[in-house]
């Protein structure tokens, strides 16, 4: 999740690039140390049986996200002739949009 959240930082800003002159660490170790201290807060607030409850649908999160990022990429950033074709697009937004729903139900109150 860590490298997950660095990546998109560091490939969505050009303003995170060039903190510290472009180390990617100034940016990596931060993220990990604010997941690391979430962690131990959701240690101490949830019974056992939310936290893996509580740890997919974080993860269903970081699959929306990242798979628009990904698009963006993918469209914007590569050169025309090798950017992936229709259907792979429409997928990734099929992707987005079926675990957007399933966080969606979670934050809602759904099932689980």
Same mark, same amino acid.
């Given at each position: 999740?860590?490298?997950?959240?660095?990546?998109?930082?560091?490939?969505?800003?050009?303003?995170?690039?060039?903190?510290?002159?472009?180390? +990617?660490?100034?940016?990596?170790? #931060?993220?990990?140390?604010?997941?690391?201290? !979430?962690?131990?807060? *959701? &240690?101490?607030?949830a019974q056992p049986i939310q936290l893996p409850q509580l740890g997919a649908n974080m993860a269903?999160?970081?699959?929306?996200?990242?798979?628009?990022?990904?698009?963006? +990429?993918?469209?914007?950033?590569? #050169?025309?002739?090798?950017?992936?074709?229709? !259907?792979?697009?429409? *997928? &990734?937004?099929?992707?987005?949009?079926?675990?957007?729903?399933?966080?969606?139900?979670?934050?809602?109150?759904?099932?689980?």
């Amino acid at each position: 999740m860590t490298r997950s959240i660095t990546d998109i930082l560091w490939t969505g800003s050009r303003r995170v690039r060039t903190v510290r002159g472009g180390d +990617i660490r100034f940016v990596y170790y #931060p993220v990990l140390g604010v997941l690391a201290v !979430w962690g131990i807060i *959701a &240690l101490r607030l949830a019974q056992p049986i939310q936290l893996p409850q509580l740890g997919a649908n974080m993860a269903g999160i970081v699959f929306v996200v990242s798979s628009l990022h990904l698009l963006y +990429i993918n469209t914007r950033l590569l #050169p025309p002739e090798i950017r992936p074709p229709l !259907w792979r697009r429409v *997928a &990734l937004v099929a992707m987005s949009l079926c675990y957007g729903a399933f966080v969606a139900l979670w934050l809602w109150g759904g099932p689980g």
